[in-house]
């Protein structure tokens, strides 16, 4: 048989968690045909992966590229770290249905919730769509260097239903048989469920619930009983983790709808120290177990590492917004750092600290983080050195310099004015997140890749996972690693023909050097539509990575190939 490529001599991780074994790959109409020893000649192309491991391309269930998706090709910043396919639309936020009255308003709460600029939205967005169908045929038509599987959200399908009425009404009998109905169409179309979110964070621009948070379990019910009545759809929900005692309860309720619908749910594991009384990671993994030994079909979503709100003199700091900052964080930024060398400048700004609002137990999101913070806790605030978790914390610097925390910030600013500070929102200590990891039913894909674009940078989970958790821990094994991004994640979302090297399978693969894969630093780019700036991440020890048969990135470049498709639920696929 004539290959289009071949992919010759590498070492495959196969994504089952078998062990790793030599062989070619051959690959013909964007499949894997053949693996074994493949004869020279006869292919249009080969890539040598001599030293390069092969693995199924990564695989994140957990991200919101919604908006991105039109005017990105690339898949960024998930791209440059193996990912191939990502599930987008989590947690309720859509941009369909969508009336087109209502389409600056969506807008704005996407920013206000995901810190997605609306200009970029403005400059970057052709509005096509109003149902959810049409916004899956829109994506499908977009060129793509990777796939994409999309939900209908609970917020726009809500406000598409209900108007304004959505922001803070209990729906009618009406309401919920049009929104049932709506997630039906979705799940003929395509969609891979149905998302929703209660977490205290998700608010919309004037500080108010977002749509799903308004409603009521009887909403829930509904839908969710109409994706029962198909036998097909996810459940995706964001978890009100404000309070432990309020994290319980709706942990409690949403068994109810596991176990009256079995339809899978899903929905983010997370340790926090932040909150009052805070519902530790065990007790969610062992009401997980209990609900499945109960009856239901449930999954923890995971991610590999802290989730941290991300501060620079590029984008934003602690700081910014006190009357003393405000002025000079408006300044070009060479303007600020000549202002920031001044003493009495300093003195002024490390002065203005002092009246910041006290830190209190109020759980705060990425977003308040960085625009309505409270007084840094700056034992909690490191000041990134690399991607080892090893970093000091701003409060160890200070002691050792004999500085306020303050200047410590500014002169490692003027320093190097790509200096990155990271404050652990969730997942703080490698323990626990561990502890996640290693649970059997949680998966390792809470990236929110494409949201929070200057407030947090979660795209490296997969390469942090194989450098941090393989590598300099030893706590997987590449290949359990690896099963962990690819197959597992292909189960839970039900993909079929992905996630494993295997003949017939979707030729979704990433070549990569076992002892080299890492994140590189975040910096902050302005490469949004209208100039807008956002944080970047790349990664070292990717050679290529193909989706679906085609050399998508090599050596980290866009190669300029979109073969990337749309992942459809099981009615469709
Ligand atoms: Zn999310």
């Known amino acids: 048989m004539a290959h289009d490529l071949v992919i010759r001599g590498g070492t495959v991780v196969d994504g089952s968690g078998k062990k790793r074994f030599s062989a070619d790959i051959g690959i013909k ?59 987008m639309s989590n947690c309720g936020f859509a ?17 206000a919730v995901e810190d997605i600029p609306t200009e970029a939205m403005a400059a970057g967005i052709d509005w096509t769509w109003e149902t959810f169908p049409e916004y899956l045929a829109t994506v499908e038509r977009l060129p793509k260097a990777i796939n994409y599987g999309m939900y209908i959200g609970h917020s726009a399908l809500r406000m598409y239903v209900m108007g304004k009425r ?72 964001g978890p009100d983790i404000a309070s432990g005692a309020h994290h319980r309860s709706f942990l409690e309720r949403l068994r109810k709808v596991a176990l009256e619908y079995k339809r899978p749910i899903m929905f983010g594991v997370l340790a926090t120290k932040q909150g009052d009384d805070p519902t530790g990671w065990e007790y969610q993994t062992r009401y997980i177990d209990e609900t499945v030994a109960a009856g239901g079909r449930m999954f923890g979503q995971g991610t590999t590492r802290s989730i941290n709100a991300i501060f620079s003199l590029k984008s934003y700091l602690p700081f910014d917004v006190l009357p003393a900052w405000r002025p000079l964080r408006a300044l070009p930024l060479a303007e600020q750092k000549k202002r920031l060398a001044d003493p009495a400048v300093r003195r002024e700004l490390v002065e203005a600290e002092s009246r910041m609002k006290p830190r209190d137990n109020v759980f705060q999101g990425g ?192 190669t300029g190939a979109f073969a990337g498709t749309v992942l459809k639920g099981r009615l469709v696929s």
Not at 43 to 53: C, E, H, Q, Y
Not at 180 to 199: C, D, H, I, N, P
Not at 465 to 474: F, T
């Open 95 to 111: 941009l369909a249905p969508c009336k087109p009255e209502d389409r600056d308003w969506y807008a704005r709460c996407l920013s």
């Open 367 to 558: 977003g308040a983080a960085t625009t309505d913070p409270r007084k840094p806790d700056y034992s909690n605030l490191f000041a990134l050195k690399g991607v080892d978790w090893d970093d000091p914390t701003v409060d160890q610097l200070a002691k050792a310099r004999g500085q306020h925390p303050v200047e410590v910030m500014i002169d490692l600013s003027l320093a190097d004015e790509n200096q990155v500070y990271v404050q652990p929102l969730v997942n703080e200590s490698p323990d626990d997140v561990l502890g996640i990891l290693k649970h059997q039913r949680t998966l390792a894909t809470f990236s929110d890749s494409g949201a929070h674009v200057c407030q947090e940078m979660g795209s490296s989970l997969q390469t942090h996972l194989l450098s941090y958790w393989v590598r300099k821990r030893g706590a997987f094994t590449l290949e359990q690693a690896v099963k962990k991004i690819t197959h597992d994640n292909a189960v839970a979302w039900e993909l079929k023909g992905r996630g494993l090297v295997r003949e017939g399978y979707q030729a979704d693969l990433v070549l990569f050097e076992e002892s080299g894969i890492r994140p590189q630093l975040p910096t902050v780019e302005h490469d949004l539509p209208g100039g807008a700036r956002r944080l970047v991440q790349k990664a070292d020890g990717i050679k290529a990575t193909l989706v679906n048969g085609a050399i998508a990135f090599e050596d980290g470049d866009a």
């Open 29 to 87: 109409d964007g499949k894997i045909v053949e693996i074994g020893r493949i004869a020279a000649g006869g292919a249009k192309r080969s890539l040598d992966a001599d030293g390069l491991i092969v693995s199924p391309g990564f695989i994140d269930g957990h991200t919101h590229m919604d908006a991105q998706v039109a005017w990105d090709p690339l898949g960024s910043c998930s791209c440059w770290h193996g990912v191939t396919s990502v599930v």
């Open 166 to 237: 959505a922001l803070s009404e209990k729906a009618t009998d009406d309401d919920m048989a049009r929104m049932a109905l709506a997630v039906q169409e979705a799940l003929k179309a395509g969609a891979m469920g149905f998302s929703s979110s209660r977490a205290s964070t998700h608010v919309t621009p004037e500080d108010k619930p977002v749509a799903s948070r308004i409603a009521e379990w009887e909403e829930i019910d509904r839908i969710i009983a109409a994706m029962a009545e198909l036998d097909a759809g996810i459940f995706q929900i």
